[in-house]
């Protein structure tokens, strides 16, 4: 009797919510019924709300159940669940979902399909197509490629990658150093734990094609501490890769070198700014270095270093291995590509969503997400992270590309989504963003470490005494030093949830018009 696969995800988010429950009773129930079953941890798809997503092969491709939990197992199996009959938590055909069938899945093509730390599924589905075409090139045409692309970095800044990757493979230095910035601190952001979950060996192999066109031999990768399963999986799928030839003295037989370490973060979010996480990657304390130099010139151990989040280093091997105009092709203006929306908060359908940018903002909460999860009205959404503006109604139909948000003083960031329903007082959402940079701050520079304690005083202030113009001007002029005097983005973002709450809700401050002033 061939056994059936049912693909029960191992993701942080499906564990949490039960998913190794759910497996060991699939195993229990199949062998008191003696049904023949081959369980395959998958990663999660990104249909969170859905979790645990189970899902079983049969002729006409994997049907989808969820949300399971153990004890609806033995209702599906009696409803035929093993042969993809109808059931109250049957979705159909998983590639025929809406939520993921209206998605252009490049750089998460691989994501819930495969077992993540089997080489054979990777390679199957074209994995180290990209790293062999690499090996085949010299290190300026790798980083042209990489520059044709369009590709910008995904960690939030936007700058564009093969310019960056150019400047180290033109500096001189007998170390050069790739340094994968995955401390993914954003709050509702989860791209980068997916991927290093569910597609180990992508980032792996996108980390040795940097190293290979900027003639890097050594690469680190800084996980966020509070991902116990990402540094396991990552720790584990660098051993395979390693073994297997494709990390290590001689790649494939190239003769060329690439080593990778997995370093565990020091659990400060200012570590998620680059020149921090190089300072405590040197077993130092995380307080960030003022620039120049640039860390492309000066960076780890003060060596030629590229620094890219997970996302841009994942995005690698598909460039290198459909071309840089497939990648180029998607997208709008300078925003080229896809990018993996997280959307979170008060939303009926929380999930990933991978998408060319251009989409608006109100498709995504809409058409995505469903509308807010307690079925009142949207007020705000916060778009790139806890440093990100808030996002009122007027501004959804933006087309969501960095120069566009850019515009109206926002940032698309990682991509991370947090949506406020109308209950949500924004004075208090303001403060709170003040209260996490003084709480989080490196502490180095005047303007982040005090500011941050002064706005929290100044909005308290403006909130205890109605139509209080006059701590409104001191609050304006204290973000203004913050974002032009901080040594980096987490004094100079900070304003930015701050300035948008004021503007474009100053009824939750006790001000009766918004005042003239703009950010």
């Given at each position: 009797?061939?056994?059936?696969?049912v693909?029960?995800p191992?993701?942080?988010?499906?564990?949490?919510?039960?998913?190794?429950?759910?497996?060991l009773?699939?195993?229990?129930?199949?062998?008191?019924?003696?049904?023949?079953?081959?369980?395959?941890?998958n990663s999660?798809r990104?249909?969170?709300w859905?979790e645990?997503?189970?899902?079983?092969?049969t002729?006409?491709?994997?049907?989808a159940y969820g949300?399971?939990q153990s004890?609806?197992?033995?209702?599906?199996l009696?409803?035929?669940?093993?042969?993809g009959?109808?059931?109250?938590?049957?979705?159909g055909l998983?590639?025929q979902?809406?939520y993921?069938?209206?998605?252009?899945?490049?750089?998460?093509?691989r994501?819930?399909?495969?077992?993540?730390?089997?080489?054979t599924?990777?390679?199957?589905?074209?994995g180290w197509?990209?790293?062999?075409?690499?090996?085949?090139?010299?290190?300026?045409?790798?980083?042209?490629?990489?520059?044709?692309s369009?590709?910008r970095?995904?960690?939030?800044a936007?700058?564009?990658?093969?310019?960056k990757?150019?400047?180290v493979?033109?500096?001189?230095?007998?170390?050069?150093?790739?340094?994968?910035?995955?401390?993914?601190?954003?709050?509702?952001?989860?791209?980068d734990?997916?991927?290093?979950e569910g597609?180990?060996f992508m980032?792996?192999e996108?980390?040795?094609i940097?190293?290979?066109?900027v003639g890097?031999?050594?690469g680190?990768?800084?996980i966020?501490s509070?991902y116990?399963?990402?540094?396991?999986?990552?720790?584990?799928?660098?051993?395979?890769?390693a073994?297997?030839?494709?990390l290590?003295?001689n790649?494939?037989?190239?003769?060329?070198?690439?080593?990778?370490e997995?370093?565990k973060?020091a659990?400060a979010?200012v570590?998620g700014?680059e020149?921090?996480?190089l300072?405590?990657?040197?077993?130092?304390r995380?307080v960030?270095r003022?620039?120049p130099?640039?860390?492309?010139?000066?960076?780890?151990?003060?060596?030629?270093?590229?620094i890219n989040?997970?996302?841009?280093l994942a995005?690698?091997?598909?460039?290198?291995?459909?071309?840089?105009?497939?990648?180029?092709d998607?997208g709008v203006?300078?925003?080229?590509?896809?990018?993996?929306?997280?959307?979170a908060?008060?939303?009926?359908?929380g999930?990933?969503v991978?998408?060319a940018f251009?989409?608006?903002?109100r498709?995504?909460?809409f058409d995505?997400?469903?509308?807010?999860?307690?079925?009142?009205?949207?007020?705000?959404?916060q778009v790139?992270?806890?440093?990100?503006a808030?996002v009122?109604?007027?501004?959804?139909?933006?087309?969501?590309?960095?120069?566009?948000?850019?515009?109206?003083g926002?940032?698309?960031?990682?991509?991370?989504i947090?949506?406020h329903d109308?209950?949500?007082?924004?004075?208090?959402l303001a403060?709170y963003?003040?209260e996490f940079?003084?709480l989080?701050?490196?502490?180095?520079?005047?303007?982040?470490?005090?500011?941050?304690?002064?706005g929290?005083?100044?909005?308290?202030?403006?909130?205890n005494?109605?139509?209080n113009?006059?701590?409104?001007?001191?609050l304006?002029?204290?973000?203004?030093?913050?974002?032009?005097?901080?040594?980096?983005?987490?004094?100079?973002?900070t304003?930015?949830?701050?300035l948008?709450?004021l503007?474009?809700?100053?009824?939750?401050?006790?001000?009766?018009?918004?005042?003239?002033?703009?950010?």
């Amino acid at each position: 009797m061939t056994a059936i696969q049912v693909f029960v995800p191992g993701d942080s988010a499906a564990l949490a919510v039960g998913a190794n429950d759910v497996a060991l009773m699939l195993e229990k129930e199949a062998a008191k019924r003696g049904l023949a079953i081959q369980i395959v941890r998958n990663s999660s798809r990104g249909l969170f709300w859905l979790e645990t997503l189970v899902e079983v092969q049969t002729s006409r491709g994997r049907v989808a159940y969820g949300p399971v939990q153990s004890h609806d197992v033995a209702s599906l199996l009696d409803g035929g669940m093993l042969q993809g009959e109808a059931h109250a938590l049957c979705h159909g055909l998983t590639e025929q979902i809406p939520y993921l069938a209206k998605q252009e899945r490049l750089t998460f093509a691989r994501m819930g399909i495969t077992e993540p730390l089997s080489l054979t599924d990777y390679e199957a589905h074209a994995g180290w197509t990209g790293l062999k075409r690499a090996l085949s090139m010299d290190g300026a045409a790798i980083v042209q490629e990489v520059t044709d692309s369009g590709l910008r970095g995904r960690g939030g800044a936007a700058f564009p990658a093969g310019i960056k990757w150019r400047t180290v493979l033109q500096a001189a230095g007998p170390q050069k150093y790739i340094v994968c910035n995955a401390d993914e601190g954003d709050s509702g952001t989860f791209s980068d734990r997916m991927t290093m979950e569910g597609d180990p060996f992508m980032l792996i192999e996108g980390m040795a094609i940097a190293g290979i066109a900027v003639g890097a031999t050594q690469g680190y990768v800084y996980i966020r501490s509070e991902y116990p399963h990402a540094i396991a999986t990552m720790r584990e799928a660098i051993q395979r890769a390693a073994s297997a030839g494709y990390l290590g003295d001689n790649i494939c037989g190239s003769g060329k070198t690439f080593h990778l370490e997995v370093r565990k973060a020091a659990g400060a979010y200012v570590c998620g700014e680059e020149t921090a996480m190089l300072e405590s990657i040197e077993g130092k304390r995380g307080v960030v270095r003022a620039k120049p130099p640039l860390p492309a010139l000066e960076g780890l151990f003060g060596l030629p270093t590229v620094i890219n989040n997970v996302i841009t280093l994942a995005s690698v091997p598909l460039i290198m291995a459909k071309g840089a105009s497939f990648y180029r092709d998607y997208g709008v203006g300078r925003s080229q590509g896809t990018l993996p929306f997280q959307i979170a908060g008060n939303i009926k359908h929380g999930g990933l969503v991978e998408k060319a940018f251009g989409l608006t903002l109100r498709e995504l909460l809409f058409d995505f997400g469903g509308g807010s999860r307690s079925g009142r009205p949207i007020k705000a959404v916060q778009v790139g992270g806890p440093l990100g503006a808030y996002v009122p109604e007027s501004q959804w139909d933006l087309p969501l590309d960095y120069e566009a948000y850019a515009a109206v003083g926002a940032v698309v960031g990682h991509g991370g989504i947090v949506v406020h329903d109308d209950t949500a007082d924004m004075a208090k959402l303001a403060r709170y963003a003040m209260e996490f940079c003084a709480l989080e701050s490196c502490g180095k520079c005047t303007p982040c470490r005090i500011g941050s304690t002064r706005g929290m005083e100044v909005i308290d202030r403006i909130t205890n005494t109605p139509n209080n113009e006059q701590q409104v001007h001191l609050l304006r002029d204290l973000c203004n030093t913050m974002v032009h005097g901080s040594l980096c983005a987490m004094g100079g973002m900070t304003p930015f949830p701050v300035l948008s709450a004021l503007n474009h809700y100053p009824a939750d401050f006790g001000l009766e018009v918004v005042t003239a002033e703009k950010a």
